[in-house]
């Protein structure tokens, strides 16, 4: 089965940046889609941002401007790069990966990497 493995978290200052990973272990071709969830504490969780197979990108107007979803080709990795951090941007980052073209319903979840904005 598929693991996705979520690296890069840690703490920031607000405006600082940071940049989160993931890694699909196992999966023997290209997900359709991969990306991210946030949870801030007490919230819904929210999907931030995804990118496709071929490179099509989607943000929540949340984070749009501020953060830049990335994937290589290879390995079925995606990065986000965090930029002008927000303390509400704090919380844990979940990684997706969606199999199936076009169905919007993700496959798999990584355990969450946790993100920390504080001064």
């Known amino acids: 089965q598929v693991q996705l493995v979520e690296s890069g978290g840690g703490s920031v200052q607000p405006g600082g940046s940071l940049r989160v990973s993931c890694v699909a272990d196992g999966a023997a071709r290209s997900l359709y889609a991969m990306g991210w969830y946030h949870q801030a504490p007490g919230n819904q969780r929210e999907k931030v941002a995804s990118?496709?197979?071929?490179?099509?990108?989607e943000y929540a107007d949340s984070i749009k401007g501020r953060f830049t979803i990335s994937r290589e080709d290879a390995g079925n990795t995606v990065h986000l790069q965090m930029s002008s951090v927000k303390p509400e941007d704090g919380g844990i980052y979940y990684c997706?990966?969606?199999?199936?073209?076009?169905?919007?319903?993700?496959?798999?979840w990584g355990q969450g990497t946790q993100v920390t904005v504080s001064s």
């Open positions: 990118i496709t197979n071929r490179g099509r990108t």
């Open positions: 997706f990966g969606d199999e199936t073209y076009s169905d919007y319903v993700p496959d798999y």
